[in-house]
């Protein structure tokens, strides 16, 4: 066999008996096992059934070599776990190319089972940043009682009038991301501020307006959330420019944060506050239809209010994560 294989790229090892060629397997972990029927102490079929009834060695191929050839005995082997059998006298050409097949497949699904590991280690990976997002957006919602739960509607609306627009994959990841986190730099507005249960004075309400800049700086430097950026940033931007921080004006503003400014609006709205009650839904219907082209970006509105209309308001909540995450 070693002059056989000799040149071919092969690094070959030997045992004398089926449990040194064990041994040597769990050690070394080959590409390939060329086995023996007829070996002392443990026949071939043994040895082989052994072979696949260890966790570590039960995915490496194994080829039985073996001067038998009836059919008897090739069956035994199959149900030992044979991959494939050789008969003796060995035919050089025809070994080589047994081994150059068989060894490229077992590398192929090693290769294959390496890429689904990283798969699954990636998912895990995403999986606990979107479940540090839907955390760090309950910890706002819980600083602010009177807006509890606010995040998660207007991230659930968001993200069907996204899938409606035709926003699908990791577009509409970014926008769940971006939704849920909108108001994540009200962490750095004062709490005499946030929570004051009259209107604004003017330098209250310059404070206020920092919030979307805090959160730009707050999210930027994280890698994975920097697509998620619009929304914190931009929802407050409305289509005449008169919003802020930055008085973006008509498609300047960011299509997510366009999209997300008619569900914010909507919620905040439709939710009571300790200044006034919730309002009616035809109240709001007319009131968003009316800021068409100075508020809201006059394309989308037709088409929030036809899926407000066609939505019944307890279904609202049937699910709020895009498909890409379930």
């Given at each position: 066999?070693n002059?056989?294989?000799?040149?071919?790229?092969?690094e070959?090892?030997f045992?004398?008996?089926?449990i040194?060629?064990?041994?040597?397997?769990?050690?070394?972990?080959?590409?390939t096992?060329l086995l023996?029927?007829m070996?002392?102490?443990m026949?071939?079929?043994?040895?082989c059934r052994?072979i696949r009834a260890?966790?570590?060695?039960?995915?490496?191929p194994?080829?039985?070599v073996?001067?038998?050839?009836?059919r008897?005995?090739?069956?035994?082997?199959?149900?030992?776990?044979?991959?494939d059998?050789?008969?003796k006298?060995?035919?050089?050409?025809?070994?080589?190319?047994?081994l150059?097949?068989?060894?490229?497949?077992?590398?192929?699904?090693?290769?294959?089972d390496?890429?689904?590991?990283?798969e699954?280690?990636?998912?895990?990976?995403?999986?606990?940043?979107?479940?540090?997002?839907?955390?760090?957006?309950?910890?706002?919602?819980?600083r602010?009682?009177e807006?509890?739960?606010?995040?998660k509607?207007v991230?659930?609306?968001?993200?069907?009038i996204a899938?409606?627009?035709?926003?699908?994959?990791?577009d509409?990841?970014q926008?769940?991301r971006?939704?849920?986190?909108?108001?994540?730099?009200?962490?750095?507005?004062?709490?005499?501020?946030?929570?004051?249960?009259?209107?604004?004075?003017?330098e209250?309400?310059?404070?206020?307006?920092?919030?979307?800049t805090?959160?730009?700086d707050l999210?930027r430097?994280?890698?994975?959330?920097q697509?998620?950026?619009?929304i914190?940033?931009?929802h407050?931007?409305?289509?005449?420019?008169?919003?802020?921080?930055r008085?973006?004006?008509g498609?300047e503003?960011?299509?997510?944060?366009?999209?997300?400014?008619?569900?914010?609006?909507?919620?905040?709205?439709?939710?009571?506050?300790?200044?006034r009650?919730?309002w009616?839904?035809e109240?709001?219907?007319?009131?968003i239809?009316?800021?068409a082209?100075s508020?809201?970006?006059p394309?989308?509105?037709?088409?929030?209010?036809?899926?407000?209309?066609?939505?019944?308001e307890?279904?609202?909540?049937h699910?709020?994560a895009?498909?890409?995450l379930r």
């Open positions: 066999m002059a056989v294989l000799q040149g071919e790229g092969y070959l090892v045992a004398d008996n089926g040194t060629g064990i041994a040597k397997a769990l050690e070394l972990l080959p590409d096992i023996d029927v070996m002392p102490d026949d071939g079929f043994e040895v052994q260890n966790p570590l060695l039960a995915e490496i194994v080829v039985m073996t001067a038998l050839d009836d008897e005995s090739r069956l035994q082997g199959l149900r030992a776990g044979a991959d059998f050789l008969s006298p060995i035919d050089s050409l025809e070994i080589k190319t047994r150059q097949t068989i060894t490229r497949l077992n590398r192929y699904r090693r290769l294959q390496e890429r689904r590991q990283v699954r280690l990636n998912q895990e990976i995403i999986d606990a940043y979107n479940a540090g997002i839907e955390a760090w957006s309950r910890a706002l919602d819980l602010d009682k807006t509890e739960g606010h995040s509607r991230t659930e609306m968001t993200v069907r899938e409606a627009l035709g926003i699908a994959g990791d509409l990841v926008i769940w971006g939704s849920l986190l909108h108001d994540i730099g009200k962490m750095g507005i004062p709490d005499a501020i946030l929570h004051k249960p009259g209107p604004l004075t003017n209250e309400w310059l404070v206020m307006q920092k919030h979307p805090y959160a730009y999210l430097p994280i890698h994975y959330l697509p998620a950026l619009d914190p940033y931009c407050h931007e409305k289509w005449d420019g008169s919003g802020y921080p008085g973006l004006k498609p503003i960011p299509l997510a944060a366009r999209i997300f400014a008619l569900a914010d609006v909507w919620d905040a709205l439709r939710s009571d506050r300790p200044y009650l919730g009616p839904v109240r709001i219907r007319e009131h239809a009316s800021l082209g508020h809201f970006d394309a989308l509105v037709p088409l929030f209010l036809q899926l407000v209309e066609e939505t019944p307890s279904l609202v909540l699910r709020y895009p498909a890409t």
